[in-house]
């Protein structure tokens, strides 16, 4: 027989359920290890929650994760599309994906995978699987903070037996307002108003990397790469929001502002777009699902770049 999972203070479980966390009153959310294991041992087994191994290497899944997670690489939701690399699918595909994984309106969702070093990043993968479900109307997510390297840390039991969830029902209705357009980002671009955030490292916002086929940033965008929010020992654990509040004033992110994330395949557009609409809980807040992959091939590879240029509040 396994061993069962180990029980956490009771009092823990009930303080959760009391405030809400399995009642689906809060969109997406960040939840601590402890908090997420407390969500599985939930004492009615119909009201644990769905959990999802976002991570891109299968073979990490086999090697070790969340008991009862269910691997949903992040990358089978994307696919070359008019020549462009990792367009998001369409919708009765992805709707498919999602269903397969367990998706389900009536349950709670833990996402999570690893990557507490850079250049390792899969708190993007979670942030991208998070955005995916909410734009096809799943209500109630929570992000493991710290992923499996701060689960593992607090000695928190992992396990490689397969599990699969059986088949989802998604919403009837989705989000698909949360996502931007090109036409939108150029009318974005530029007004006093709004503001368009490039979540890339500095040095591909300049156009020093090695990667882009053109150099550089949609003009009018600042500079903000999602790794200023994230702990430097883990960057899967999101930094204190007192801390990630004066950074983003700093670099003149506020919540009055009509924000637009984008970064190079909308990944780490993805973590800005759920950090600032979800746990800052900014107003309007939307991603360009594009990104630079799209927006530098588009009309003949004509759309304005600029290049050069500083972090924000830096």
């Not at 009615?44 to 073979?59: F, H, I």
Request: proline share 7%; charged share 25%; glycine share 10%.
């Amino acid at each position: 027989m396994k061993p069962p999972l180990p029980l956490l203070v009771p009092q823990l479980l009930l303080a959760l359920l009391a405030s809400g966390l399995c009642r689906g009153d809060v969109s997406v959310s960040i939840v601590s290890p402890t908090e997420a294991m407390a969500l599985m041992q939930a004492p009615d087994a119909s009201a644990r929650p769905v959990v999802l191994d976002t991570r891109g290497g299968y073979k990490d899944y086999f090697r070790g994760h969340l008991p009862g997670a269910h691997h949903i690489n992040f990358d089978t939701l994307r696919g070359t599309d008019r020549a462009v690399p990792v367009q998001y699918l369409p919708d009765r595909l992805t709707k498919t994906l999602l269903k397969r994984a367990g998706a389900d309106r009536r349950r709670t969702h833990l996402v999570y995978a690893t990557g507490d070093r850079l250049p390792n990043d899969e708190i993007l993968s979670t942030s991208m699987v998070v955005y995916v479900l909410e734009k096809f109307g799943i209500e109630d997510i929570r992000i493991v903070d710290g992923g499996l390297a701060e689960w593992q840390r607090q000695g928190l039991p992992v396990v490689r037996e397969y599990f699969g969830n059986p088949p989802g029902r998604l919403p009837l209705h989705g989000n698909p307002g949360i996502a931007a357009d090109v036409r939108a980002v150029r009318a974005h671009a530029g007004d006093p108003g709004r503001l368009l955030i490039d979540a890339r490292p500095l040095n591909e916002f300049q156009g020093n990397d090695d990667v882009w086929l053109r150099k550089g940033h949609i003009p009018g965008a600042i500079s903000f790469h999602w790794a200023r929010l994230m702990e430097e020992g883990n960057t899967h654990k999101f930094r204190s929001p007192q801390r990630n509040k004066a950074e983003l004033v700093r670099a003149g992110i506020t919540p009055d502002k009509d924000i637009i994330c984008y970064c190079g395949t909308s990944r780490e557009g993805s973590l800005l777009y759920v950090y600032l609409k979800h746990v800052l809980g900014y107003p309007r807040v939307r991603l360009y699902e594009g990104s630079m992959k799209e927006y530098l091939w588009l009309e003949n590879q004509s759309l304005p770049v600029e290049r050069g240029g500083r972090a924000a509040g830096r």
